[in-house]
């Protein structure tokens, strides 16, 4: 059934579909409607879940790390400060290898007080151990709730979806919800083997000395990428199921490209929109968008970019003495398996917008280079 | 592609008008993406909303600067702000107000204006209170009388089912306000 929908639904009725069966979580601006719609959903009866509010972020965290280690299919959103205030949990979940599916709708981080977005709360929880999974549309938001469950009770691992404020969380577009017997299909009910159960008692997370403490942390990253595989394997059985393709890494007209572009989010969507204005007059320009930062598709990248001359990213983010965070990650992946000199930018912050000619006048700034003159670039900022 | 931007105040579903007239849209199949101004609202404050609607996916997710149209819900605001900000040569403009287009000659020129007394009707129908009626249904029953992106039994149907209360009369304020634009 099509329905026009706000992102921030799209989140809702993804984990509605999901047969969620746990939700807790705090109200923060932009994230409010997520659990809103969630809330009305489960008084109306429409999807058997227990509602839990909390008093913090940190608490709505605590109560799916519970609610998860029981066995029951847990759920929260939040945004910013409210992630920030998670934090500890965030490591705790993955730690405990609990396949939690949380929304993180994209707010820059305060102060200065706002709440528009960027990518800078997000990516500060680069390696807690969750999957990260970056939407350009209110359809790939609301499929990728389904995904990340599959995703993450396979490898026991947790996964963040993560889109735009307001340019998703409270932009209307039509948006495909697929049939609950369809759902049900393709994700079958959380069978969790280490549940907690008072027939069977065990102890998790106890006291590990050093003996073993890596042993934990190396099955960590194994299943991290393990992931991987699983992600690309989905996104084929996604794809067969409901006739929509999500790949960790998205490439567009990359192929011929003398300048690609790297983008995530809804920036990305734009850029292909850019990249279709320019290529209308000749220039061979691509975009790769990056959907999937943690487990990090490295082979995919170098593969896409391996034809490129140059290479932009632009950042809607920013590691404060360092570059743009997504730049770092596509740097290291390139090294050793590229000359293409990469030119990072850093756009957008804070909500700024990122408009097609913003785009358009990057790739002609890289045009007149040969090589980048600075580590970064900061696009149309005043001094 | 066609971008237009409506001009309301806070408390007058000014959102929800563009947010309806996007199901209206989606009904006939077409890609529609349709979003307020992005902040924070206030009752009476001026604010924004923007549809983009094309026969192929929208990939442009930036704001819009340069709008195709624009709808004025509330005429105050004329006085009170440049609502022709970047608007294109050529462009239509929708004003509720119970006065003649050709009033509005002070907007600028190459303008096609048409007006609707959506107020009236708004009344008419008791959408709303006296003092402070509801206007966007019936702002959104002249849509289609002007524009070709849209058609009227599109509108109705998605007023009805997007309206909290009073479908009935929030169609017939539509419906109403299809006959009853001036300018045409």
């Not at chain 1, 939407?135 to 990340?148: G, H, P, R, T, Y």
């Not at chain 1, 409270?170 to 697929?178: A, L, S």
């Not at chain 2, 592609?1 to 408390?11: A, D, K």
């Not at chain 2, 107000?97 to 000659?105: C, I, L, Q």
Request: proline share 5%; hydrophobic share 45%; aromatic share 8%.
């Amino acid at each position: 059934m099509k329905k026009v929908m706000m992102g921030n639904h799209a989140i809702s009725y993804g984990a509605t579909l999901s047969r969620v069966q746990v939700i807790s979580a705090y109200p923060i601006t932009p994230q409010t409607q997520v659990v809103e719609l969630l809330s009305e959903i489960v008084a109306d009866q429409k999807l058997k879940a227990e509602f839990i509010k909390v008093e913090s972020e940190h608490s709505a965290m605590a109560a799916c790390i519970g609610a998860s280690s029981a066995g029951a299919r847990a759920f929260t959103a939040t945004s910013a400060q409210g992630l920030a205030l998670m934090h500890e949990l965030l490591h705790w979940a993955a730690g405990a290898r609990l396949p939690i599916v949380m929304a993180d709708v994209n707010r820059a981080m305060a102060p200065p007080w706002t709440i528009w977005t960027d990518q800078n709360d997000s990516l500060s929880q680069r390696d807690t151990g969750w999957m990260q999974f970056y939407c350009q549309s209110n359809q790939e938001v609301l499929d990728s709730v389904i995904m990340a469950y599959k995703v993450a009770e396979k490898v026991l691992m947790p996964a963040m979806i993560v889109l735009d404020a307001f340019s998703l969380s409270h932009t209307y577009e039509t948006v495909d919800i697929p049939d609950q017997a369809l759902v049900d299909r393709y994700l079958p009910p959380f069978d969790f083997k280490y549940k907690l159960d008072v027939n069977d008692p065990h102890t998790y997370g106890g006291l590990t000395t050093p003996d073993w403490y890596m042993e934990f942390r190396i099955k960590m990253h194994e299943a991290m990428d393990q992931a991987l595989v699983e992600i690309k394997k989905e996104a084929v059985e996604f794809e067969k199921v409901f006739g929509r393709r999500y790949d960790p890494v998205e490439p567009y007209m990359t192929e011929d490209a003398d300048i690609v572009l790297v983008t995530s989010g809804t920036a990305a969507s734009t850029a292909r929109f850019a990249v279709d204005q320019m290529r209308r007059k000749g220039k061979r320009v691509g975009n790769l968008r990056v959907r999937t930062l943690r487990p990090f598709p490295f082979a995919d990248i170098r593969e896409h970019l391996k034809n490129a001359k140059k290479i932009a990213i632009i950042d809607r983010n920013i590691s404060y003495g360092y570059h743009g965070i997504f730049a770092q990650e596509i740097k290291s992946a390139l090294y050793g398996h590229s000359k293409a000199p990469v030119f990072n930018f850093i756009a957008g912050l804070g909500g700024r917008d990122i408009f097609p000619e913003t785009i358009m006048n990057i790739v002609a700034d890289v045009k007149k280079m040969k090589k980048p003159e600075q580590d970064l670039y900061w696009v149309e900022v005043k001094r | 592609m066609v971008e237009i931007r409506f001009h309301g105040r806070g408390g007058q579903g000014t959102v929800i008008a563009s947010k309806i007239l996007a199901d209206a849209v989606s009904k006939e199949d077409k890609y529609v993406q349709a979003f307020p101004q992005f902040g924070v609202e206030r009752r009476g404050a001026p604010v924004f909303a923007f549809i983009r609607i094309d026969g192929q996916p929208i990939y442009n997710r930036s704001k819009i600067i340069a709008p195709d149209h624009i709808i004025v819900v509330d005429p105050s605001l004329i006085d009170a702000i440049d609502v022709t900000e970047g608007l294109k040569k050529g462009a239509t403009i929708l004003i509720n107000t119970g006065r003649k287009p050709k009033e509005f000659k002070g907007l600028g020129r190459g303008f096609r204006i048409f007006t609707i007394d959506a107020n009236e009707i708004a009344v008419k129908y008791k959408l709303g209170s006296k003092a402070a009626p509801i206007v966007n249904t019936a702002i959104l029953g002249a849509v289609p009388r002007i524009f070709d992106f849209v058609k009227l039994e599109s509108i109705l149907e998605a007023v009805r089912d997007g309206v909290p209360v009073n479908p009935d009369d929030n169609v017939a304020a539509a419906r109403e306000a299809y006959e009853s634009v001036q300018g045409v």
